[in-house]
DNA sequence: TATGGCCTGTAC
DNA sequence: GTACAGGCCATA
């Protein structure tokens, strides 16, 4: 479920964890090492000195050495005795129990039902993002970030909707808050993107909705992401996703309508939302 | 630039 | 049973 919001809330959960030496690091599904540099046993011994992220990138820092931990979506970082984890998939040695860290303060599972999650172990942070073309963080690089965007947004035909899902544009958001971002301003999704007008507002607003959403600990929908097993409450702040059907909060006579733009749904308001 | 595939679970 | 799910990658 993780966007950017959420993937904060993660780290900041995992954050007593720095300084914390990883005793022992057993990966269960193998799918789970990703293009990685190195093999899971290098880390064995390791301190973790420092917790980051960048977009939906969870970075464990370990000296020269990282993970990058991407939840996709349905990726939990949980301590290991959590009540979340199925006693099923605990008996049973699951996949979806894709690995255990093993530190000296505490035990995490990587749980993740539908094993889309990844863990790439390298050595240059910097050249991993250009190869991954990963835009700077819009919360971490804000001046970067609104730089980069405001390039990027003006070269390209793809729909606006299109173009806030693409990490290369804006890193760390995903569809929630990118249907959240376009209905704030009053954007159509399907509006070509070097057509938009407010460019500059678009990335001011959606930064802003991103930070109110991690200061709510971010959106649950479905259950819980965050390690401590509390659910975020942006889902109360959300105006038109997953509302099909239902009356627009602005102008309360149309209807919020559900639309397939690049094969994922969007949703939004068709009067407080017109094509430029 | 758009599409299918990866996986499993849940809602209808 | 079918549709759908917050993301990304490989492929055409």
């Not at 006693?87 to 690995?99: G, M, W």
């Amino acid at each position: 479920m993780p966007e950017l919001p959420e993937v904060e809330t993660v780290a900041r959960a995992l954050r007593p964890l720095e300084g914390a030496r990883l005793t022992n690091f057993i990966v269960n599904d193998k799918k789970v090492w990703f293009e990685s540099e190195c093999e899971p046993e290098e880390f064995i011994g390791k301190n973790l000195t420092a917790i980051k992220r960048r977009g939906k990138y969870l970075i464990y820092d370990f000296g020269n050495l990282y993970i990058l931990q991407h939840l996709r979506m349905t990726g939990k970082m949980l301590p290991d005795d959590s009540a979340i984890i199925p006693a099923k998939i605990r008996s049973t040695n699951s996949k979806q129990l894709r690995c255990e860290f093993r530190f000296d303060r505490g035990n995490y599972f990587f749980y993740d039902p539908r094993r889309f999650g990844t863990l790439t172990a390298v050595r240059d942070l910097a050249h991993y993002w250009k190869k991954k073309k990963i835009a700077p963080d819009p919360i971490e690089e804000e001046s970067a970030a609104r730089e980069h965007f405001m390039q990027a947004m003006g070269n390209t035909k793809r729909p606006a909707k299109a173009s806030l899902l693409d990490q290369s544009i804006i890193a760390g958001v995903g569809n929630i808050y990118a249907d959240e971002a376009l209905f704030a301003l009053g954007i159509h999704p399907l509006t070509i993107s070097a057509r938009i007008k407010k460019t500059a507002e678009l990335f001011s607003l959606t930064r802003a909705i991103l930070e109110k959403a991690i200061k709510a600990r971010g959106t649950t929908v479905y259950n819980y992401v965050n390690p401590d097993g509390v659910a975020g409450s942006y889902a109360l702040e959300l105006k038109v996703y997953g509302r099909t059907g239902e009356p627009c909060p602005r102008c309360k006579t149309k209807k919020i309508q559900r639309l397939v733009i690049t094969g994922r749904s969007s949703h939004f308001c068709a009067h407080c939302q017109k094509r430029s």
